[in-house]
Structure formats: C-alpha cells, structure tokens
C-alpha cells in the first residue's frame, strides 16, 4: 500500500490512518515459510511542526517448527515501527530516514522490511523444551524414552560407591 501524505505535508498538526493487511506468504526463511497468515498493519502518519512521523504496528500469528524438538507451534509476533518520513534527506548519514517518493510512502516496504529485520534466526517452543533422545529421536518433552529407564534404586547405590571409589584413586 502506498499513502500519499501531500496534503499532510502542508498540515501542520494534521495526521492520517492507516491500515491494511501485508502477505509474506512466499518470503522463505532457511526453507520454512512461517509468516503463514496475513500480516495486519495499523498506524498513523503526523505532522508534527513540520517532521513526518509514523507511527505503526505489524502484527501476525507465525507457523513455527522448534529447532530442538521439531514439533510444529505457532507464536504471536508483533513488530513496531516508529520512523521519521523526509522527502529528501538533509543528513546523508542519517538512514533511520525514510524518503518519500512523489509524496508517497511505501508502506508495503517500510512493514515488510521491519518485520524480516525482526525474525528471530532461532525458534524453540520454549525456554525448557528438552528437545529430542538423540539415540532414539523421542521427544523428551512427553516424558523420559526407552533410552534412559528409571534407574533401580539398588544400581544407583551401585553406582555412588563406584563414582566414589574411582575420585579416590
Ligand atoms: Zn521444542
Ligand atoms: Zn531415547
């Protein structure tokens, strides 16, 4: 979507609304595509003495699978964009800047690039996911797998005075 602010830009104290909805169906991340649903972008754009601001949020339910465990889950994302808007910049080094072009801003651009910079390059289902048996690929997260039976009470006292034994020597 592209909004055109010629108006606004001869208004000051004056502010326009925006809202419509982004789809980033296609865009690839290490293979996966998880921004599976509309993005739903709202914000307004003011004249405040003159600058340009905008002032938004994209929001979106993204399809995840967990690095550690693989199983598929879904997380709420919502990345905030608070940016000045120039028709030519003053500052050359100034890149926090967006330019407008005829008057117009891409508001397509400015939400799709914030939501790319804000994708975490790691997902995990959650801080304690316990991931999967690397012997045999259970996911520990429904419990302890074959791999590792509950240990019989008398092999663990077994155990101690072997661990003991051995730090003696
Ligand atoms: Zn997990
Ligand atoms: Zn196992």
């Not at 929001?59 to 808007?85: G, I, Y």
């Not at 800047?97 to 397509?108: F, K, N, R, S």
């Not at 289902?125 to 009470?153: F, H, M, Q, V, Y």
Request: net charge negative; glycine share 6%; with cysteine.
């Amino acid at each position: 979507m592209r909004l055109n602010l010629r108006d606004l830009i001869r208004q000051d104290g004056g502010s326009v609304p925006f809202s419509f909805s982004l789809d980033l169906s296609d865009l690839d991340f290490f293979g996966a595509r998880p921004i599976a649903h509309p993005v739903e972008v709202t914000g307004t754009v003011s004249n405040r003495a003159g600058a340009l601001v905008l002032q938004g949020e994209a929001v979106t339910t993204l399809e995840l699978n967990c690095d550690r465990c693989l199983r598929a889950f879904s997380r709420e994302m919502r990345v905030p964009v608070d940016t000045l808007l120039a028709e030519e910049l003053e500052d050359e080094e100034n890149d926090e800047i967006v330019l407008l072009e005829d008057g117009e801003v891409d508001l397509d651009e400015v939400f799709t690039t914030a939501v790319v910079l804000a994708m975490d390059v790691k997902h995990v289902c959650s801080e304690d996911c316990k991931g999967l048996c690397p012997t045999c690929g259970a996911n520990l997260n429904d419990g302890p797998c074959k791999c590792r039976p509950e240990i019989d009470p008398r092999f663990a006292a077994l155990a101690q005075l072997l661990d003991k034994k051995e730090s003696d020597d």
